[in-house]
């Protein structure tokens, strides 16, 4: 029996790594007379891992790292009016309406009735404001979100939530941060690839039993319903 189900927010629920590849696109063309975009791209990618300690994920640790990568990439050159438009693009992403992704909706309604959980990390603010404009917070017997999703978070809302993790199960686009973590807890992990999910969110998936691979989130009801019939 699955007694609670977590879903991802950001690339499962709604749309997210789209707004980051345009302002990277235009980031890249404000600093076309210095560098091609690949070396920006490349460059911000590094800036960003190496800051993730420090501002950890979401817009303003981008919009920081953008910054950083700026100076370096300009000598330092780079002058207000630069920063001052690195800073409106991270503010327009701020800004930017919810998109559900296709089946969300449908998916919910037919896991109507069970224990669902939204589990996502990021900037406290940005992710506060995303989940009240998408209007799904309601169908959520809780909403958690994480600096991180490690083993130990995840155990950490099991415990608070009197769940085990033998009888949970955690849907998402990142099979680092979705999937790995509950499998290795002991839980079911379901990977529902994004055709735009961030590199860093990458991870190469294991061979196991309580690793499930769905095309769309509007399979989920089934798969759950499967696992549950031990299919």
Known sequence: MIDAIGLDADDTLWENETFFRVTEAQFAALLADHCDPDTVASRLYETERRNLQRYGYGIKGFMLSMVQTAIELTDARIDGCAIARILELGQDMLAHPVHLIEGVEDALADLDGRRLFLITKGDLMDQER???????????????????????????????????????????????????????????????????TWLAEQAEASDHPRLHHLDAIADLPQLVARVEDGA
């Open 130 to 196: 995303k989940i009240a404009a998408s209007g799904l917070a309601e169908r959520f017997h809780a909403v958690e979100i994480l600096v991180d999703k490690t083993p130990e978070a995840y155990a950490r809302i099991l415990s608070r939530h009197g769940v085990a993790p033998d009888r949970f199960m955690m849907a998402g686009n990142s099979m680092r941060s979705d999937v790995l973590p509950v499998v290795e807890l002991g839980g079911h992990g379901v990977f529902i690839p994004h055709d735009l």
